[in-house]
């Protein structure tokens, strides 16, 4: 069993900055893909970013060029660092480990484990 804790979410004004964070514990291996997915309400979930154990990265079109993942696996922990943030970035963000790679990254079916969210507000 896996468990992933999110934080770093709050209200933002457009045009700012947040930082998330999302650690694993429990019985995490290696070589794992970590993934930020995103759900505004009454949405379905939608694609962020992800990472591999060896760096590997890819991002949504609508977050490239303002978003930055990045992870230090000696502490099973994951970032995403979100700039230039936009009122249609509202979501709550949830992080999920996956096998490794990047062929199904990118789809919520190539995760086991999920966290349980962190709520990012980006007033207009």
């Known amino acids: 069993q896996v468990t992933l804790v999110e934080s770093g979410g709050g209200l933002v004004q457009a045009g700012g900055s947040l930082r998330l964070s999302c650690a694993a514990s429990?019985?995490?291996?290696?070589?794992?893909?970590m993934g930020w997915f995103r759900q505004a309400p009454g949405k379905e979930r939608e694609f962020v970013s992800a990472?591999?154990?060896?760096?590997?990265?890819i991002y949504a079109d609508s977050v490239k060029g303002r978003f930055t993942i990045s992870r230090d696996n000696a502490k099973n922990t994951v970032y995403l660092q979100m700039n230039s943030l936009k009122p249609e970035d509202t979501a709550v963000y949830l992080c999920?480990?996956?096998?490794?790679?990047?062929?199904?990254?990118?789809?919520?079916?190539?995760?086991?484990?999920w966290g349980q969210g962190t709520q990012v507000t980006v007033s207009s």
């Open positions: 999920a480990t996956g096998r490794d790679g990047l062929v199904y990254a990118s789809s919520v079916y190539g995760y086991s484990y």
């Open positions: 429990g019985r995490t291996g290696t070589l794992y893909t």
């Open positions: 990472i591999t154990w060896s760096g590997g990265r």
